[in-house]
C-alpha cells in the first residue's frame, strides 16, 4: 500500500452511498468469486420488469411472477434435493393429516408442502430441523455436497483472522461456507504494496479523517448498538477503521459494520451448520452456499419479517382500513409463505399494509394452485377461491356453538351453505348475548370449567330414566336438546346423536385433499345437501392413497409388528377387532341391526358373534361357548329410532377403526375393549393418545419417501414418455418393471390363486400356470384394436386390487406382504397407463414353469407404416427382443436373441413363424435373427433407446395424425397378434 497516495476520500465514501445495511435482510453484498479488488457498495436500486414506475408491484404481474417460479424456481434435480433435506416426519404427518399420501404426491406439490406445511412450523415456534451433531459416519452417508459441506467447516478456526475478515469485506463476499473456507485460506497474510503503513501513519491517517471520521463513527454506533451483540464503544470501532487502514480495506459504513460483524464471527455449532444447510437447500442453492451468520438466509429474513409485522400493535395505527388489514395480515401471514415471496424475489415491504395483504392473498392462493392441480390441467382461480370458501366455510360451522344442531328438523336435507348461514347466525346470537358455548367441532370446552358441569349435573339421570347408556355421545345430544328447549325423549335424544355424528364425520372426511379432489370432479360442496356431501367425502377419502382401507390396515399392521410391548397372541386379537369393524363397515352395519333387532348390546363381542353367525349360514343364528352371549339372531324390521340409531353406530365403528391402534387398545386389553359397546370403543381410541408409534410410522413413509423420489435418468424419461406423475410410488413401480420386467406377474398370480370370482374367472380352483394360461389367452383375444387390449391390461389391475383388499382378511399377513402387494397394485397402474396413452402392453406369459412379462408396443406411423416392438426376458430364455416394420402390406422382421441357444431355436423355426405369421394377416414377412448382447425388455419404453434407434423417426412424427387410422390399426395389431401365437407354440 503506498502511504503517499493516501487521501481522505479514498477511504470514506459518504455521499450517496447505500443505508443498506449488512444485517438482517442485506442484499448488499454479492456472493460471487471474483479477483480481490476494491469497489464501493452502491444503493441497489428497484429495477424489476415486475415493478411499475411507483416502485409497487401489480396484481397481474405478481400472479405471472409467482406462477412462472417453476414450481418456486427450483429445477426437478433442485425439487428432489430439496425433499430430501427439507421433509421430515412432520411434514409427513401433516400432508397425512390433510388427506395428502406424500409417496403419491409429486415432486413440484412435495416442494410447496415443505414450503405451506413443514415451515410453517416455524411459526408454532418448532425447530424445523431434527438433526442434532454429525459423526463421521454420518456425514459419510450424506448426499456428497451435503458431506463436503459439513467436512469443510470442520477446516474452519473458532474466530476468523483479520486477513480472513478484509478478504470477505473487500471481494464483497457474504458468509457462505465456501467463501469463508476460501477467506481462511487464500487471503494474503498481510497488506501488499512496497511499503507497509506504520501505527503512526495510521493514527496520522485517522486524525485527518477527524470529523468525517467520527460521524461515520456515531452513525454505525447507534445502528449497531441494537444489532450487535456486544455494542461497541467508539474507540473500539475507530480500532476497527484501523484495522481496515492495515488491511486495505475501503472505509464505508456498509463496510465498517461488516467488519464489525465478522470480527464477532464465532464458529457455530455443529447443529446450527446443518440447519443452517437445510434453510439454504429450501432456497434451492447448493450447501455450500449456507450462511455461518445469522441473519442471511432467506429463511432468517422471513422469520425477521414474520416477527416484526406480528409484533405491530392494530390499536397503535390511525387509519380504521389500516387497523383491518394488519389485523388481517396478522392472521394470514406465516413464515413458509414470507420465505416463498422472499425466494421467488419478491419483495416483503411492511410498511406498506395494503400491498402485502395482496401479495399474501396472491401467494397462497398460488400455493393452493399447486395442490390443486387437476391431471393434465392447472388449477383455475374459480376452483382455488372455492375451495378456500368451503374450507373456510366448514370452520366457521365446526367453531359456532353445538346448539346450532337443534335448529333442523333433518339436517341431513339441508345444503352446506344454509348450514353455514345457520351456524353463522347462531354464533352472532351467542356473541350478543355473550354466552358461553361448546362448538359443534369439539367437546366441551375447558375453559367453560366446572360452570358445563353445574348447567348439566342431571344430565345421566335423564338418560338413565329414558333407558340410554350415559356416553358421551348422549351427553352432548340432551345438552344440544336443552340449548334450544327441545323435549328430550329417547328418540329426541337418538336422533341428535346421529345428526351430530353425521356432521362429525362429515367434516372428519373433508380433508383439504378430499375438499380439492371433489372440488376438481366439478362437484360444488356448497350446492350439495349434507348427507350427500358425507356420502361423496367419504367415497373420495376411501379411494386416496394415505386413507384408503388399504393403507389404513398396513399402517395398523406396521404398527403392531413394531411395538415390543405387544405379545403376538395381543397383535393378533387387535388385528382382529380390526378386521371385525371393516366387515361391519363393509355390510354398513347389518350386524349392528341384527343386535338392534333383537334388543342385544352392541358391544364388541357381540358384534363379532354377529358377524360370525351371518357367515356361515343363511339364518343368522349361532350359539358358541367363548361368545355365547346371544343363543339366537332374529331379525325383525327396525324402528324409526332403531333404524336412526344402527346408522349412528356404524358411523361410530368408522371413527373407531380410523382411531384406533395397537398401542392404544394395548392400554386397556382385550377383555376390556371386547366389553365395550361401539361408541364406548369409540370415544376411548380417540381421547387416548399414541404419540410415539405415529411419530415412528410417519418416520418410516419419509425413510421410504426419500429413498425412492431420487429416481434415474431412465426411469425419469419413462415417467414423462407415458406423461406419469414423478410420485415415490410411480418410480419405484417404474423401478421395479425395469429391473425386473417379470417379477409383478409372479407376484401378483401366486396371491391370486384360490380367490373368488373375479374379471378372470373363478379362480378358486386354478394354479399359477393356470391363471397366467388364461390371462395370455384373453390378449391374444384382445389383440385387434387398442381399446380391446387396454381392458384386458386393466383386468390386470382390477385383479390386483381386488387380491389387495382381501388380503386385509388373511389371517397370516404382515406388512411386507402388503408393502409387496401396494407394489404390484402400482406396477399394475403404470401398465393401465401405458396401454391406455402410449399403447405399450404387458403381457402374462408362462415359459418352463417360470412366469415372466412379454412386453408390447405399437408406434404408428404415416399411412400404412408402422413399427411394433416385442420384448421377453425369463431366467430360461434370456432376453428376446423382437422388431417388426410394417411398410404398405409387407413386413421386415427382427428377432433378436440374447443367447445363441435361442437365436438358434428361432432360426431353426423360420417357415412355422412364417406361415403363421402370414396365415394370421396375409402379409408377406422376411426375417433376420441375431444374437446380441446388452439386451433389455425395458429398451422398447424409450423409442431413443436399444432397437428403437433409428426406427422411430418413421412412426412418431405423424404417430397423432394417423391414430384413427382403422386399416393401419387392423394391419400392427394382426401382426403383434400373429406373434403372441408364435410365442404359444414356441414355449
Known sequence: MQIEGLKV???IKTEGASDQGFGVGTSGIKDDN????????????????????RGKMTDEDFTKEVNEASALGMSTVDKVKNIERGWDEEATAKAREDGHNPMDMEPEALVTVVDEIKMNLAKAGKDISKMGGLDQDE??????????????TRGLSDTLPVEAQAYLVKNELEPTITNIY???????TGPKGTSEPTDEDIISLLEDLGDKLDSLIEQVEGELTESAQKPMTPQELKDTVATMLKQDVPITKEHLEYMVELGEYEKPSEENIVNAIDDIVAEGKEPTDAYLIPGYSLMDQAKKTFEEVMGMDASTLTSITAQRQLTEIQLTMTVEATFTMMKNGITVNTSDLSDLLDKLKLQETNLLQ?????????ATNANVNLFKQVMNEMAD??????????????????????????????TAEYSRMEMTYESVGTEVRTDLGDSMNKAFQNVDDILADLDIEATESSQKAVRVLAYNKMEITAESVTTMKASTEMVARTFKSMTPAVVAEMIKRGENPLDMTMESLKAKAESIKAEMGSTSDEESFSKFLWKAEHNAEISEAERDAYVGVYRLLHQVEKSDGAAIGALISQGTEVTLRNLMTAVRSSKHTGREYEIDDKFGQLDEMVVKDLSITEQIEKVFLTNRCRDAKEAMTPAKMHVFGEEQIMEMNVDQFATVMEETSDEQTEIAYNNYVTEQLKTTIAEDAKVSSI???YNLPHSANMIAAVEAMVENNGQVFKDLFSKATGRAATTFGALESMDVDDIIELAYSRFADACHTPEEMAEAQEALGTLAE???????????????????MKLVVQQTKVMSEMARTGETYHIPIMVADEAGNMNLKIVRGDGESGLIQMALHLQTTGTISTSFRYEAGSVSASVECETAQMREMFASQAPMIAQIMQEETGFAFSFSFTQSFGLSAADIYNMEQGNYEGLAAAGAASAGAASQDEIQTQALYSIARGYINVIAELF
Open 182 to 188: 476460501n477467506a481462511t485460506y487464500s487471503a494474503p
Open 397 to 426: 360451522i365446526q367453531s359456532a356453538p353445538a346448539a346450532m344442531l337443534g335448529r333442523f328438523s333433518n339436517i341431513n336435507a339441508e345444503t352446506f351453505s344454509y348450514v353455514h348461514e345457520v351456524s353463522v347466525s347462531v
Open 139 to 152: 456425514i459419510q452417508a450424506m448426499t456428497g455436497s451435503v458431506a463436503q459441506a459439513v467436512e469443510m
Open 9 to 11: 476520500t479514498d477511504y
Open 34 to 53: 471474483k479477483a480481490n479488488f476494491n469497489t464501493e457498495l452502491r444503493t441497489l436500486s428497484v429495477d424489476n420488469a415486475f415493478y411499475d414506475n
Open 719 to 721: 415417467l414423462d414418455e
Open 802 to 820: 381386488n387380491v389387495m383388499k382381501t388380503m386385509m382378511e388373511t389371517e397370516d399377513v404382515r406388512t411386507v406382504d402388503m408393502d409387496g
Open 370 to 378: 399447486i395442490l390443486m392441480k387437476a391431471e393434465n390441467n392447472e
